[in-house]
């Protein structure tokens, strides 16, 4: 099962500096018109095991997001990811529209 992380504990892993990865799983479109701050985007259609060893470190914490909290694009990614190897990987549920409705950091 796929564990996930809050908007707040998202943003105070960002604030400290932590280091991790955040994946945008948005079409592309919409990851060109805004995304949270340092995200990169990889659409699940193009989500291999070479491509994300490409990417990521399998030690590296990744988190996903997709669209909102109905979207399931974050945890079928996260669940490729785990499946992948890649064993500390969270879901932001809350995703995008909840980051941008608080206000957050976002850029294009």
Sequence with gaps: MIQTITKEELKAKIDRGDKFR??????????????????VHLLIAEMSRQKTEALFDKGEL?????????CPAKRIAAQRLFEYGFSHVLAYEGSWKEWRAAGYPTER
């Design 62 to 70: 990744i988190v996903t997001y997709s669209l909102d909290k109905d």
């Design 22 to 39: 955040l994946v945008d799983v948005r079409d592309t479109p919409d990851y060109n018109e805004g995304h949270i701050v340092g995200a």
